[in-house]
């Protein structure tokens, strides 16, 4: 499986961007895909996952404003992401695997990762 993000680029606090993450070759087994982020000096941070059964969650710094979402047919997952905080700089993966997002916000890592787009919010 490969995983291509997009997306990321500079916006000022409380604009929007929306990240993409198109999944390639063979994606039978995934059951879970995510957003994770990781800001310089800080350890990564699970953001939002989804499984296949549509069961999405967050973490609660971004609750009401981030959304993630899939399309099936284009094999594509987004994270959109509303009222941007400087806080929410970080370099943002998308990632797959076989398992829970339970477990995925337990600390369990997905097999598949793509190589990440920056995100960069101006106060």
């Known amino acids: 499986v490969q995983l291509v993000e997009s997306g990321g680029g500079l916006v000022q606090a409380g604009g929007s961007l929306r990240l993409s993450c198109a999944a390639s070759?063979?994606?039978?087994?995934?059951?879970?895909e995510g957003w994770y982020r990781q800001a310089p000096g800080k350890e990564r941070e699970l953001v939002a996952a989804i499984s296949s059964d549509g069961s999405i969650h967050y973490t609660d710094s971004v609750k009401g404003r981030f959304t993630i979402s899939r399309d099936n047919a284009k094999n594509t997952l987004y994270l959109q992401m509303n009222s941007l905080k400087p806080e929410d700089t970080a370099m943002y993966f998308c990632?797959?695997?076989?398992?829970?997002?339970?477990?995925?916000?337990?600390?369990?890592?997905?097999?598949?990762w793509g190589q990440g787009t920056q995100v960069t919010v101006s106060s």
């Open positions: 990632a797959a695997g076989g398992l829970s997002i339970m477990s995925m916000f337990l600390g369990d890592l997905p097999a598949y």
């Open positions: 070759g063979s994606i039978f087994g995934i059951n879970a």
